[in-house]
């Protein structure tokens, strides 16, 4: 009788192992922008009031943009005294408050406006954007049915090249998928056209920064093990 339950098969069921790798380029679903809003002043109360309504002012800006704005969220808020260097007494010298900001959009048209306004922006810093696809993006689907595909694929030519035929799936392990931004942004064909002018929007405003989405780079590895026929040997 035959051990079927052996790892590494019988000379009447060979066993066949192969790794199945996929590798998407697709267009990013959503930046992120980190903004941090600062005040400084003598007083503490003065200080927190111009942090207070200067976060004010970026938390209105990014709601005229609607939807595009797909989340807005105010992290950390500090607020810190900066003493005098010289002498023993703790005499403070100013206030300093800052308040950290994470955007995410949805619409690239808008980013490059949103941007710039909120850079424009008093005592406020922004960086980014870091583009990503969702969690739930469909090209981690894909990527993962193409590797499938590919394991099944490599493992017909190994039985192929020994006149062999594949017999059974025995195993299928998937050792992950991650998304990856390569050091590349692809270069769009055509121009996003202007970007609409957000409610509210201030004439004579900073002219929108021109940015390029950056492909995401998605990977899906698998392990797959077969039986197979006998060998023609």
């Known amino acids: 009788m035959t051990d079927t339950a052996q790892p590494y098969g019988t000379p009447d069921q060979p066993?066949?192992?192969?790794?199945?790798?996929?590798?998407l380029e697709v267009d990013p679903e959503i930046?992120?922008?980190s903004i941090t809003v600062t005040a400084r002043g003598k007083d503490r109360r003065a200080a927190l009031e111009d942090l207070t309504r200067r976060n004010a002012t970026v938390l209105e800006l990014a709601r005229t943009y609607g939807d595009?704005?797909?989340?807005?969220?105010?992290?950390?808020?500090?607020?810190?005294?900066?003493?005098?260097?010289?002498?023993?007494?703790?005499?403070?010298?100013?206030?300093?408050?800052?308040?950290?900001?994470?955007?995410?959009?949805n619409d690239f048209t808008a980013l490059g406006e949103f941007v710039?306004?909120?850079?424009?922006l008093d005592m406020t810093h922004v960086s980014g954007p870091w583009w990503a696809l969702r969690p739930t993006s469909p090209a981690h689907g894909e990527a993962r049915r193409q590797a499938v595909r590919?394991?099944?694929q490599r493992a017909r030519e190994y039985a192929g090249a020994l006149?062999?035929?594949?017999?059974?799936?025995?195993?299928?392990?998937?050792?992950?998928?991650?998304?990856?931004?390569?050091p590349v942004a692809y270069?769009?064909?055509?121009?996003?056209?202007?970007?609409?002018?957000?409610p509210g929007a201030a004439a004579g405003g900073p002219p929108p920064v021109d940015l390029e989405p950056q492909r995401q780079t998605v990977y899906a590895?698998?392990?797959?093990?077969?039986?197979?026929t006998p060998p023609k040997l």
């Open 68 to 105: 595009a704005v797909e989340k807005i969220e105010t992290g950390a808020l500090s607020i810190h005294p900066e003493l005098v260097q010289r002498g023993r007494d703790e005499k403070i010298r100013a206030y300093h408050g800052r308040v950290y900001i994470t955007a995410v959009l």
């Open 221 to 228: 590895q698998v392990n797959a093990r077969f039986t197979m």
């Open 15 to 23: 066993r066949l192992a192969v790794r199945g790798e996929a590798r």
């Open 150 to 152: 590919e394991a099944v």
């Open 31 to 33: 930046a992120r922008l």
């Open 116 to 120: 710039t306004r909120v850079g424009d």
């Open 163 to 182: 006149g062999a035929e594949l017999a059974a799936l025995v195993e299928l392990a998937d050792i992950g998928a991650e998304n990856a931004a390569p």
């Open 187 to 198: 270069a769009r064909a055509g121009g996003y056209g202007a970007p609409p002018q957000a």
